[in-house]
């Protein structure tokens, strides 16, 4: 599919990075609150800020703007489920 390849490919760089992607999704689902993502992810919440800010820095992409972040999480939603990474 079109839009899976898509998704794969703005997402390539984190292909690699699990944790990354799953920190990634869960921060976009609760919308960008780093409290809550900590919690749901059983981090400290200064992992979460690392996390994203590596991720921004990945992607090349300004998670602050709005527009990119419902272009990941379009991208997200478009990957197959993946199943959590190993105890942080």
Do not use: F, M
């Not at 839009?3 to 992607?21: E, K």
């Not at 609760?30 to 993502?37: E, F």
């Not at 200064?46 to 527009?67: M, P, Q, S, W």
């Not at 972040?69 to 990957?79: K, S, V």
């Amino acid at each position: 599919e079109e839009s899976a390849a898509a998704a794969a490919g703005l997402l390539a760089p984190l292909s690699g990075a699990p944790a990354l992607l799953e920190t990634l999704r869960t921060w976009l689902s609760l919308h960008g609150s780093w409290d809550r993502t900590a919690v749901a992810l059983g981090v400290h919440r200064n992992t979460v800020r690392k996390r994203i800010a590596r991720t921004g820095e990945l992607l090349d992409a300004d998670l602050g703007d709005a527009d990119v972040r419902t272009e990941l999480w379009l991208a997200l939603r478009c990957l197959p489920a993946q199943p959590p990474p190993h105890p942080r």
